[in-house]
């Protein structure tokens, strides 16, 4: 997850050249006094101007639920068009793919699969990431869900490979044509914005059921990050480079294929990284519509048994981890800085690439003469985990202990003195007020284009009918993010300030950001008992490891010759972090926030499910009843508030870089 | 070398004479139950909820032991996605529908013969407003919603503010309490929490502590067993009473000023299925069983987590008049 964030902040370097405006002109002036305008309004004109239901496009419901009957028409008609018929085929393929891969894996054995498993890292990846992919195959072992944790992998492996095999020649492109680049980021911004929940319905309808639909939702989350981060690898290649290639005749596809690729290498495994892990966030989601395995047993353990729900939940994490260390470590070593290769080494890296196919070979073949099972099937440490599990369950339950007192009331007040002032303020001002005061905000910290954008984005919010529900989510959304910057900012400069510190940091970032959050939102629920905290707190803890780590680079990557001068001045520690790094890191910081809010706002959606008002209850609500027009309608609204977020949000400096002047 | 080269070999005759042994063995005992046709292959849709485990499993099992089909179990969420993946042929045997076949964008599955309604599988399913008993020997006056009215202001929370809270149910299930408090005139501000074990967690958490909650609950399900429960009594039923709020009806609101009727609990199949000449077909649709049946299985896997096989197979064992009406016999 980190290598975005990264990329971003390389975008976002501090800048000596701080715009110096008049006090009265800050952002900060700027906002604040629009807040209080806003706030006036509000209490003179509390919930007198809802949004008018004469702006509002109220058969627009009915036309989407006719299109949904229209379409279940197509497909269950006599004679289904061509086009019904190839989404049909598609998803066949797509299901015997995964079968395919599945008893693949069944077939090479359990000995088999970790042997490899473990060889190809230490082969690709060096010692640490076979050590990680021990582990993995350990704890599928141990947990009893070794083949729940195939069918799992069958999966990654169906969409992470058909992800890459879209995604990283449009990403070539993408780096090779800036305007192709400008015309996919919304699309792909969209792919990501939109909650799962919202197209599992149509991919349903258009795909049916079963792995296949599994793998294609997965897909349409995996696809972005493997376009954007090929983009820029490719973007990356220094233009010298590229210049002297194409100087000594170089065709440009000989420049691309011999300069560009190369080069961006390691780039392009880190967009495999990505992928992968992005992939492996929708193994939950994919469980709700036939993809089998791990995600199947944490949805359906929610209702019955709770505690094997975590524990699957936990073998995910593990086995995301184990993914991500050994990617990165592949990456890593094809960077061609770090490597030089001599020919004797080169012989000596075939030779034991080689020697890792044999012995994969060999291992499975012994196996299977041995007559090795499938899936491992001895004894497991499962009951053991399982009663470790549910005691921790049952001590979240109980109402009595000192934990609960400390997060209940947590918990109260968020809700009495965050959440249901803000979303008062929000959802009964004066309809204009809040839809010129947000657009003026806008204006304000991210300039002209920003605003005009933020402007459109609200008023489809009021025209499709869901201004209420939006501005009910944008309350949360807006809790979760000052929380979520309070603790990013802090653990940042920290992190910044100490290494060790920061080497800490980044484990519990990995287990927040793969942990499925249907997961921890049943402790959560236990523990701040009121419907919309769990939500939002959940929001907090998926984002702000992101802000950290955003704050963190910032903060470092301040230039050193400037801390120096500060502290030749005679500045203490705490004046030089203060007056010197902070101000400096003042653009990765608003790039933390605005990453933050993006980020919060696809959790609170998904605390929809665990009854969160607004948005994300109204698509749960709209899949759970098929009502199509409801889901769809709350989707967009989602869609549009994300955007608009993040104009506002975006700083004039970011928006500029990436829009033109 | 060469000997190690006959060993695989030798091998593989051997698996393939125990392939024809087992073939003939498999073919001998399908011969000593001439009378039926074979069973073939059978999917079960299993529902979110423990109930519809505890119905899948008993099936499953009856299925298997006593036919010899092979029976698998799919997942997937109910209503419309479910009745798409019956009419692909991906599931063969829905047991527990709570009238979602009666929806008008499902109605076409059955319209065009891809679905059959088998009707009741037994289990009436009721709703209401519940709290907990110990509640109601405190304030014997919520009986009936008429006593609840003034009162309401012990059920208040964080989120109602200066009112009672309304714990309502998992926004998938039927409902129409928001639009029952603003009929009856009540002081009660409607949350939500979100989907079913959300709800449980907060109501169970304040029957732990001995607080008061009032909420959306239903019967049959297995935690009441473990949670004494009372039920408020609402308004009467009418003949034009609704149970599920629908905005299309209009704003006219005192249609749902009425009590949650009974719901009957339905069977569904594909019609391939039905014509397919298993004999797993008969026992479908002959299966049948009560509201404390389920919740005996229910009980067993959800509340004492045991294996949902072994919990089928105890209670199979416990009850073979039941199973052998099932079976036709």
Not at chain 1, 99 to 105: A, V
Not at chain 1, 161 to 179: D, F, N
Not at chain 1, 341 to 368: K, P
Request: proline share 5%; with cysteine; aromatic share 8%.
């Amino acid at each position: 997850m980190s290598v975005i964030a990264d990329a971003a902040a390389a975008s976002a370097t501090p800048s000596l050249l701080v715009e110096h405006r008049p006090w009265w002109r800050s952002r900060v002036t700027l906002t604040a006094a629009i807040v209080g305008v806003m706030l006036v309004c509000y209490f003179a004109l509390k919930a007198e101007y809802p949004w008018p239901a004469s702006l509002t496009w109220n058969s627009l419901p009915t036309y989407l639920n006719d299109f949904q009957t229209w379409l279940v028409d197509q497909r269950n008609a006599e004679s289904p068009s061509f086009v019904i018929r190839a989404f049909n085929g598609f998803a066949e393929f797509l299901d015997s793919l995964v079968e395919w891969f599945t008893s693949f894996l069944g077939w090479m054995t359990w000995v088999g699969v970790s042997v490899a498993g473990v060889l190809v890292s230490l082969r690709f990846g060096g010692v640490r990431a076979s050590i990680w992919a021990l582990a993995a195959f350990v704890m599928f072992a141990a947990s009893g869900l070794w083949a729940e944790s195939m069918q799992t992998l069958a999966l990654m492996l169906a969409a992470v490979g058909l992800s890459l095999l879209v995604g990283i020649p449009l990403g070539v492109y993408a780096g090779l044509s800036t305007r192709f680049e400008r015309a996919v980021t919304p699309v792909l911004d969209a792919m990501q914005i939109i909650p799962a929940f919202a197209y599992l319905m149509p991919v349903v309808i258009l795909f049916s059921v079963g792995p296949g639909a599994a793998v294609i939702t997965t897909m349409i989350y995996a696809i972005p990050p493997a376009i954007r981060i090929t983009a820029l690898g490719i973007r990356g290649v220094p233009a010298n480079t590229v210049e002297a290639a194409l100087a000594m005749g170089s065709t440009p596809a000989q420049t691309l294929a011999k300069v560009r690729l190369p080069l961006a290498r390691r780039m392009l495994l880190l967009s495999v990284n990505q992928t992968i892990l992005f992939a492996l966030s929708m193994v939950v989601i994919a469980g709700l519509i036939g993809g089998k395995g791990l995600g199947d047993v944490v949805t359906s353990g929610l209702n019955s048994y709770p505690a094997l729900a975590l524990l699957a939940g936990l073998v995910i994490v593990v086995m995301a981890m184990a993914l991500d260390r050994v990617t990165e470590s592949v990456a890593e070593r094809t960077n061609p800085a770090r490597r030089h290769l001599t020919d004797e080494r080169r012989r000596r890296l075939r030779l034991a690439s080689v020697a890792t196919g044999i012995a994969v070979i060999a291992v499975v073949a012994v196996s299977r003469l041995l007559g090795v099972g499938a899936d491992y099937s001895r004894t497991t440490a499962r009951d053991w985990l399982l009663a470790r599990i549910q005691s921790v369950l049952d001590y979240v339950q109980n109402p009595d202990t000192a934990l609960f007192r400390v997060t209940s009331w947590i918990g109260d007040h968020i809700v009495q003195y965050g959440l249901v002032p803000f979303r008062n303020f929000l959802v009964e001002t004066p309809w204009p007020v809040t839809l010129l005061g947000i657009t003026l905000i806008s204006l304000a910290v991210s300039g002209r284009r920003s605003a005009i954008t933020t402007f459109v984005m609200l008023a489809v919010i009021g025209v499709i009918g869901e201004w209420a529900s939006a501005m009910d989510t944008a309350s949360q959304v807006l809790v979760a993010t000052v929380l979520t910057v309070v603790i990013g900012l802090g653990l940042g400069v920290w992190a910044a300030e100490s290494r060790t510190f920061s080497r800490i940091l980044r484990p519990i970032n990995d287990v927040l950001q793969t942990l499925p959050q249907l997961v921890y939102l049943i402790p959560l629920i236990y523990l701040m008992p009121v419907s919309v905290v769990p939500g939002v707190i959940a929001g907090v803890l998926y984002a702000f490891p992101v802000v950290a780590r955003l704050v963190e680079n910032g903060v470092r990557n301040v230039e050193a010759n400037t801390v120096e001068a500060a502290e030749s001045f005679g500045a203490t520690r705490s004046q030089v972090l203060r007056k010197v790094k902070v101000p400096l890191a003042q653009d990765a910081i608003m790039l933390g926030v605005n990453q933050g809010i993006i980020m919060v706002l696809a959790v609170v959606v998904i605390g929809g499910l665990v009854g969160s008002p607004g948005l994300g209850y109204e698509v749960a609500q709209g899949l759970a009843r098929s009502d199509f027009g409801l889901g769809v309608l709350a989707s967009v609204a989602i869609l549009a508030l994300g955007i608009a977020l993040d104009r506002v949000t975006r700083g004039a400096r970011r928006a500029q870089l990436e829009e033109g002047p | 070398m060469s000997k190690s080269g006959t060993r695989p070999v030798r091998l593989a005759l051997l698996a393939l004479a125990l392939v024809v042994v087992g073939a003939l063995g498999v073919s001998a005992s399908a011969f000593g139950r001439s009378n039926a046709k074979s069973c073939g292959t059978v999917t079960l849709d299993e529902n979110a909820w423990a109930g519809a485990t505890a119905n899948v499993y008993v099936v499953k099992y009856v299925l298997e032991k006593n036919l010899g089909c092979e029976v698998n179990i799919e997942k997937l969420p109910e209503s419309t996605p479910l009745f798409q993946a019956m009419a692909d042929g991906k599931v063969d045997v829905l047991l527990e529908d709570w009238n979602n076949i009666q929806l008008k964008v499902n109605q076409k599955y059955v319209k065009s013969g891809q679905l059959i309604d088998l009707g009741s599988n037994g289990v009436i399913g009721h709703i209401g407003w519940f709290v907990p008993t110990y509640l109601m020997k405190q304030y014997p006056q919520l009986k009936t919603w008429q006593g609840l009215k003034g009162k309401e202001s012990i059920f208040k929370s964080p989120e109602s503010g200066s009112q009672g809270m309304f714990l309502g149910g998992d926004p998938s299930y039927v409902q129409k309490d928001a639009q029952l408090i603003k009929q009856l005139g009540l002081n009660l501000k409607f949350v939500s929490v979100g989907a079913e074990p959300a709800q449980v967690a907060r109501w169970s958490q304040a029957y732990k502590q001995k607080k008061p909650i009032l909420f959306y609950w239903y019967t049959p399900q297995y935690l009441n067993t473990a949670y004494q429960l009372s039920e408020i009594k609402l308004p009467a039923r009418s003949k034009k009473c609704v149970d599920s709020y629908n905005p299309k009806l209009g704003s006219n609101w005192s249609i749902y000023r009425c009590a949650y009727g009974q719901t009957i609990i339905e069977k569904v199949i594909t019609s391939k299925f039905a014509k397919s000449g298993s004999p797993a077909v008969g026992v479908i649709k002959r299966w049948k069983w009560s509201a404390n049946d389920q919740n005996t299985v229910a009980n067993l896997i959800a509340g004492k987590h045991m294996d949902p096989e072994k919990a089928a197979e105890q209670w199979v064992k416990a009850n073979p008049g039941k199973v052998k009406a099932w079976l036709g016999k």
